[in-house]
């Protein structure tokens, strides 16, 4: 109690920022089209609870099951799936919120701290990943833990420390294989090392890493316990190119992948937040070379190389490139932000007491427009072509899935019912099954037409065939359009696509 007393200030400035996080978070979480990979991770999530023995289903795909697991509970709590897996992200992204204070506060100072803060619940980039059942919120929460335990250890030399991080590194790699990006980035704390004890205190650091390091590694090898493990690295091809096939063209991904970053960081951290972020970079490699604040531009140079030799990997070697892909260095960007608004405030230190309501002023109004838009009018936010085209207008987004799974039940109740979808993995079936689950009803995937089985189901069952629109023109015959559901116009083509839903005659 007194030392929430002796920091009232701070506790009051920080559970407001806490209060609208969730504003801008919870509030119409499933108003937004369920995608692809959200509709997997939440079947997946379905079947392991139903089945222990597939508890390691995720690996049958390449993916690693701790988002998963972790979703599972929540299925008790919530009757809407979607809402569930939703809701896990936006906690994932809440203690991203507590890691970006606590490591921002290490590292630098309180009032860096809550600027950071208030620059990750209102950066439109957090906001949209943290709204959706994706894991990358997960693995973004363990990185910046990851790098405030790993800047801790190396000023403390204690075994708590390590194991803790440990842990945390080894949660990195069952979110996602690129959490292993973690172990390799773990030497970069050198640079904050005070080395007052000689080689002996090298040499305990040394041990320090290597005990997380073993830890992480054990955690990561308990995915030997299920099938499909040898799949985790055997996938990575689908994804990343390997240094082999870029010989003789090694600029060739990254270039395109730099034109992908200008329009999506201009957009998803907004102008304002994006010139922080420089400033900061700016200010931490300046200070590198003044000893007044060296010690913090060290800590601070740790934490930019953590943010940007994943992002500068992903943009040399993957094959696919979204922006999700590079949240986990967001957080990490936004603390070196932090750090850039607090060396600029005293450059308006002639408005007298006014330079922190002008920042406010600057900062906020591009920001908080485009997450007030998603809440409540996502078509007017300013998203970038890739994202809007994949989350909101293309087969990838998936709506009404929730209403047809209502009116379906409701037929059940009458007669049998079989359900054909376009599609056998995705967004279809996985985005109906999800509301499906715990019905009678059977669902066959299909190619994007009515197959022969479907139809030959007609004949003694009440069968439907959902799908989208633009993929089944020309293809449905002998079918009665009961229900569409338009997506986001097209902003490239200038023409709309729906999920519809028809019933097939016998």
Same mark, same amino acid.
């Given at each position: 109690?007194n030392?929430?007393?002796?920091?009232?200030?701070?506790?009051?400035?920080l559970?407001?920022?806490?209060?609208?996080?969730?504003?801008?978070?919870?509030?119409?979480?499933?108003?937004?089209?369920?995608?692809a990979?959200?509709?997997?991770?939440?079947?997946?999530a379905?079947?392991?609870?139903?089945?222990?023995?597939?508890?390691?289903?995720?690996?049958?795909d390449?993916k690693?099951?701790?988002?998963?697991?972790?979703?599972i509970?929540l299925f008790?709590?919530f009757?809407?799936?979607?809402?569930?897996?939703?809701?896990l992200?936006?906690?994932?992204?809440?203690f991203t919120f507590?890691?970006?204070?606590?490591l921002?506060k290490?590292?630098f100072n309180?009032?860096?701290?809550?600027w950071?803060?208030?620059?990750?619940?209102?950066?439109?980039?957090?906001?949209?990943?943290?709204?959706?059942?994706?894991?990358?919120?997960?693995?973004?929460?363990?990185?910046?833990?990851v790098?405030?335990?790993?800047? &801790?250890?190396?000023?403390?030399?204690?075994?708590?420390?390590?194991m803790?991080?440990g842990?945390?590194l080894?949660?990195?790699?069952?979110?996602?294989?690129?959490?292993?990006?973690?172990?390799?980035?773990?030497?970069?704390?050198?640079?904050?090392f005070?080395?007052?004890?000689?080689?002996?205190?090298?040499?305990?650091?040394?041990?320090? &890493?290597?005990?997380?390091v073993?830890?992480?590694?054990?955690?990561?090898?308990?995915?030997?316990l299920?099938?499909?493990?040898?799949?985790?690295?055997?996938?990575?091809?689908?994804?990343?190119?390997?240094p082999?096939?870029?010989i003789?063209?090694?600029?060739d991904?990254?270039?395109?992948?730099?034109?992908?970053?200008a329009? &999506?960081?201009?957009?998803?951290?907004?102008?304002?937040?994006?010139?922080?972020?420089?400033?900061?970079?700016?200010?931490?490699?300046?200070?590198?070379?003044q000893?007044?604040?060296?010690?913090?531009?060290?800590?601070?140079?740790?934490i930019?190389? &953590?943010?940007?030799?994943?992002?500068?990997?992903?943009?040399?070697?993957?094959?696919?490139?979204?922006?999700?892909?590079?949240?986990?260095s967001?957080?990490?960007l936004?603390?070196?932000?932090?750090?850039?608004?607090t060396k600029?405030l005293p450059?308006f230190?002639?408005?007298?007491?006014?330079?922190?309501?002008?920042?406010?002023?600057?900062l906020?109004?591009?920001?908080?427009?485009?997450d007030?838009s998603?809440?409540?009018s996502p078509?007017?936010?300013?998203?970038?072509?890739?994202?809007?085209k994949?989350?909101?207008?293309?087969?990838?987004?998936?709506?009404?899935?929730?209403?047809?799974?209502?009116f379906?039940?409701?037929k059940?109740?009458?007669?049998r019912i079989?359900?054909?979808?376009?599609?056998?993995?995705?967004?279809?079936?996985?985005?109906?099954?999800?509301?499906l689950?715990?019905?009678?009803?059977a669902?066959?995937?299909?190619?994007?037409?009515?197959?022969?089985?479907?139809?030959?189901?007609a004949?003694?069952?009440?069968?439907?065939?959902?799908?989208?629109k633009r993929?089944?023109?020309?293809?449905?015959?002998?079918a009665?359009?009961?229900?569409?559901?338009?997506?986001?116009?097209?902003?490239?083509?200038?023409t709309?696509?729906?999920t519809?839903?028809?019933?097939?005659?016998?």
């Amino acid at each position: 109690m007194n030392y929430l007393v002796g920091h009232r200030k701070e506790v009051f400035i920080l559970v407001g920022l806490a209060a609208l996080y969730f504003l801008l978070r919870v509030p119409n979480l499933t108003s937004q089209p369920i995608f692809a990979d959200e509709a997997i991770y939440i079947r997946w999530a379905q079947v392991m609870r139903a089945e222990q023995t597939l508890r390691f289903l995720p690996l049958s795909d390449g993916k690693t099951p701790l988002f998963m697991w972790t979703m599972i509970p929540l299925f008790k709590f919530f009757s809407d799936p979607l809402f569930a897996g939703r809701f896990l992200s936006v906690v994932a992204g809440f203690f991203t919120f507590l890691g970006v204070f606590f490591l921002s506060k290490r590292v630098f100072n309180t009032r860096s701290a809550l600027w950071a803060t208030l620059l990750y619940v209102i950066t439109p980039y957090t906001v949209f990943f943290d709204r959706m059942a994706l894991v990358d919120s997960m693995l973004a929460a363990f990185t910046v833990w990851v790098v405030f335990f790993a800047i &801790w250890l190396v000023s403390s030399l204690r075994l708590d420390v390590s194991m803790i991080l440990g842990y945390l590194l080894g949660g990195a790699v069952l979110t996602k294989t690129p959490g292993m990006l973690n172990l390799f980035l773990l030497p970069l704390t050198i640079m904050g090392f005070k080395n007052k004890g000689g080689s002996h205190t090298l040499v305990k650091l040394a041990i320090l &890493w290597g005990a997380a390091v073993v830890i992480a590694l054990a955690m990561y090898n308990l995915l030997r316990l299920g099938p499909n493990f040898q799949l985790l690295s055997s996938r990575n091809a689908d994804y990343v190119f390997s240094p082999f096939e870029l010989i003789g063209r090694p600029l060739d991904p990254f270039i395109p992948h730099f034109n992908d970053i200008a329009d &999506w960081f201009p957009k998803l951290f907004t102008w304002p937040i994006l010139l922080t972020v420089l400033m900061g970079i700016i200010y931490v490699l300046f200070g590198i070379w003044q000893q007044s604040f060296r010690g913090q531009a060290l800590l601070g140079g740790i934490i930019l190389l &953590w943010a940007i030799i994943p992002l500068l990997l992903n943009m040399a070697f993957l094959r696919t490139f979204t922006a999700r892909y590079l949240l986990s260095s967001v957080p990490l960007l936004l603390v070196i932000a932090g750090f850039g608004v607090t060396k600029l405030l005293p450059r308006f230190a002639y408005i007298k007491r006014f330079p922190v309501v002008l920042m406010l002023i600057v900062l906020l109004p591009l920001p908080l427009y485009f997450d007030f838009s998603l809440l409540i009018s996502p078509t007017k936010a300013p998203l970038p072509k890739e994202e809007r085209k994949g989350y909101f207008e293309d087969w990838t987004a998936g709506y009404g899935f929730a209403d047809i799974a209502k009116f379906l039940s409701e037929k059940s109740k009458e007669r049998r019912i079989v359900l054909g979808t376009e599609g056998f993995f995705g967004t279809l079936p996985d985005g109906i099954q999800i509301y499906l689950d715990k019905s009678n009803i059977a669902i066959v995937g299909s190619s994007a037409t009515i197959s022969a089985q479907i139809r030959n189901a007609a004949k003694d069952n009440l069968t439907f065939f959902l799908g989208n629109k633009r993929n089944l023109e020309g293809s449905i015959k002998d079918a009665v359009l009961i229900k569409e559901y338009p997506k986001f116009k097209s902003l490239e083509t200038d023409t709309q696509d729906a999920t519809v839903l028809y019933q097939v005659l016998p």
